[in-house]
């Protein structure tokens, strides 16, 4: 761990050069982080608590990182508004990640954008379509677009090392990318998630099925992208050039985003009929949203629709995961979208309730036409999902073919560190909601944390596993949450190029299934998975915060 | 003294095979011989987890107990009725009843509770009157404040 001596700021005095672009924004931060006493460590503090004396002279052993170093910001574009960007089997698309200035809350940041777009333009296409995606790295590191959740060609996933190079500044990669399932899916980079997801390379795809009654009627649709920033004083909290920082629970912004917005609006006709896709973009915040008040329904959600339509007071997405909401605004007023949760105060020792407003819905006094009430408030059973799965009820009950437990080691954390997690070792929450340490976990970086996807039967460890599976099969999972290692903590854990069913959460078989990508795994939990693996190629199985992947947290399951 | 108290709960919590989901149940002083346990498993939701509107975890609370008085020997009392109880003892809710050696008692979404397991007159009733067989704390409740540990002395006094 770095104090603040002459290699520290060695470290700093480098960096400071080159960040014009952020000059009048990051600077006083980086002046803050070099100069500054504990008061002005750049990182945002919960409300009512202090950074801790015994850490407030620490800095994370990695050099900071912005981007945009040495550009200047007056010469880049402002992000435009997001495109909805209808392709035809056959058609093609370029897509270009560039720097950009992002403009939030009156202040201009430099960040990332998806040709000019923060999120990327929304790729809309029917079920079976084949497009071709050029894809151009204009930005200042290496990166690769991945295409969340198909079942596409392996040559085409986007995965550095394993089905690709990484994509150079200033170079090019061509990407053929299919669409074998309706729904909503999302493209971003697998490369440094960290950065540059957090810095808005992020776009959605929505697959419309040829089926006019997939789902029930709505007047409208929207896609909302939720994510975070992590701001101080109006400055963007630099990330670790060398490798992840906040390895511990992951970066959790203090701004939550919509659509990469800090204050999302809609406004509908009384009655309104509205289907939201939901997608979470964080890096590794878990949400739990709602528009309290109204009523809402979930439809499907990572690969498929629900076998039942289920009515829900308020949808839980962990980073990755999806979920296909429906909502009837049946009266004229303001109606907020909020993310309510049970924060943990560690310093008090109680769990306090904290609410952001993350946007709102404004209702006309005119009425919606159509009316869809009655279809609505009808709760429809998929009979076409439970067919689909039929065929897997066989293996449901069967003995696993693979245990995986998840954990994490750790090294040269600083001394209080170590000490305060010993203590809150007593009881984890099986969901980490918000960071309520963010000094500590600043602190800790993808060279001192290692997370672990640990392999039952040979004791290997992340992408020491060899896992070979044979085209067809139907393999049996079962990941384990260990609660006892130093920092036990929920993991998104997702799939790529296959789908899977979560057959049972600890020990409990699941009444309503789904196709899903990404599975949500708390603290001390246990989930059977039943994995299609029917696309032959090199899959990532990994966590989905980006910084327990910077930290090792990934396999790979070859089917062959 | 608070350092060898966390060194306690450590070794009680790693004792625990499965995690941080399970209520050791002790006896009250009318039921010595008592004791099982509970696990909190998630109710039902077509989420990962199972949470209130307020982001409170919702679990089915499963009992296991074993030397159970018959409720008849401590009194008035026909049924064995468990409570979720706040810390300060001024809320309790009615989960449900207590028969045989395992059972799923109903849900719970309180942040921190105790598990009470009383003899009462009758399996509906609604308040709690009879004598305590069996307690437990929610593993929320090993939550302590870090304030009073050796570290922060000079910050929070």
């Not at chain 1, 810095?199 to 795809?205: D, P, V």
């Not at chain 2, 307020?54 to 401590?74: E, K, M, Q």
């Not at chain 2, 709690?128 to 929610?138: A, D, E, F």
Request: net charge negative; charged share 15%.
């Amino acid at each position: 761990m770095i104090r603040r001596t002459a290699c520290a700021l060695g470290l700093f005095a480098a960096a400071a050069g080159p960040l014009q672009a952020q000059d009048s924004t990051s600077m006083a931060g980086m002046q803050g982080m070099q100069m500054g006493a504990a008061a002005s460590m750049p990182i945002p503090m919960p409300a009512g608590m202090m950074i801790l004396p015994a850490l407030a002279g620490l800095l994370p052993p990695v050099a900071p990182f912005l981007p945009g170093i040495g550009v200047d910001r007056s010469m880049l574009a402002a992000t435009t508004p997001t495109t909805i960007v209808r392709l035809r089997n056959g058609d093609t698309l370029d897509l270009t990640a560039t720097l950009v200035s992002r403009n939030i809350r009156g202040k201009a940041f430099v960040m990332y954008g998806f040709n000019g777009q923060i999120p990327g333009p929304l790729i809309r296409v029917a079920q079976h379509a084949t497009i071709t995606v050029r894809f151009h790295n204009h930005i200042d590191l290496p990166s690769s677009v991945h295409w969340h959740g198909l079942r596409l060609d392996n040559r085409d996933d986007g995965v550095p090392g394993l089905t690709q190079h990484e994509v150079p500044p200033g170079g090019d990669y061509t990407y053929t990318v299919r669409f074998p399932d309706a729904g909503i899916y999302w493209y971003h980079p697998h490369v440094r998630e960290d950065i540059e997801q957090a810095m808005g390379l992020y776009g959605s795809m929505l697959v419309d099925s040829p089926d006019s009654d997939y789902y029930s009627p709505a007047n409208s649709e929207q896609s909302l992208m939720l994510g975070d920033l992590m701001i101080n004083a109006d400055t963007l909290i630099p990330f670790g050039r060398e490798a992840p920082d906040f390895a511990l629970m992951g970066r959790v912004g203090n701004i939550p985003l919509v659509n990469g917005e800090p204050d999302w609006s809609l406004t509908v006709k009384r009655g309104q009929v509205v289907r939201f896709f939901f997608t979470d973009v964080a890096s590794s915040r878990t949400w739990n949203v709602s528009f309290p008040g109204v009523a809402m329904k979930v439809v499907a959600s990572d690969q498929s629709r629900f076998e039942r339509e289920e009515s829900v007071a308020s949808v839980v997405l962990a980073p990755a995961e999806r979920y296909v909401i429906e909502a009837r605004f049946d009266r004229p007023g303001r109606f907020p979208l909020v993310n309510a949760i049970q924060a943990i105060n560690h310093y008090k020792g109680e769990f306090e309730a904290v609410v952001d407003t993350l946007g709102w819905v404004t209702v006309d006094s005119s009425p919606a036409t159509p009316d869809y009430a009655a279809s609505f408030t009808h709760l429809r059973a998929n009979a076409a999902v439970s067919a689909d799965i039929a065929r897997y009820r066989q293996y449901f009950s069967r003995p696993p073919d693979k245990q995986l437990t998840l954990t994490v080691a750790v090294t040269a954390l600083p001394l209080f560190t170590v000490q305060f997690m010993s203590i809150d070792t007593a009881y984890f929450h099986p969901v980490e909601w918000v960071d309520g340490m963010p000094d500590m976990n600043w602190l800790s970086t993808a060279s001192q944390v290692r997370w672990i996807i640990r392999d039952d039967a040979t004791g290997k460890e992340n992408d020491a596993i060899d896992w070979q599976v044979k085209r067809g099969d139907v393999i049996k999972l079962r990941i384990y949450n260990d609660p006892k290692s130093f920092h036990p903590m929920q993991h998104p854990i997702h799939l790529h190029g296959q789908r899977m069913l979560v057959v049972a959460r600890d020990g409990v078989p699941t009444a309503n299934l789904v196709w899903k990508d990404t599975v949500l795994i708390p603290v001390g939990s246990t989930v059977d998975l039943l994995i299609d693996a029917s696309n032959p190629g090199d899959w990532m199985l990994h966590c989905h915060i980006a910084e327990h992947l910077g930290s090792g947290m990934m396999t790979t399951m070859h089917v062959r | 003294m608070i350092g060898a108290l966390a060194a306690a709960v450590l070794a009680l919590a790693s004792r625990d095979p499965e995690g941080p989901y399970r209520i050791v149940l002790l006896p009250g002083a009318r039921a010595p011989g008592a004791h099982g346990e509970a696990r909190l498993v998630f109710a039902a939701s077509p989420f990962g987890v199972a949470v209130t509107a307020d982001g409170r975890h919702r679990y089915n609370v499963r009992i296991s107990a074993a030397n159970l008085p018959a409720p008849a020997t401590l009194g008035p009392y026909h049924a064995l009725v468990a409570w979720e109880v706040s810390p300060d003892l001024t809320e309790w809710h009615r989960l449900g009843t207590v028969s045989g050696d395992t059972a799923t008692v109903g849900e719970t979404s309180m942040n921190k509770f105790l598990l009470v397991i009383t003899a009462e007159a009758t399996a509906g009733s609604t308040t709690h009157t009879g004598p305590i067989v069996l307690h437990g704390t929610s593993p929320s409740g090993w939550l302590q404040t870090f304030l009073t540990h050796p570290l922060f002395r000079g910050i929070s006094q």
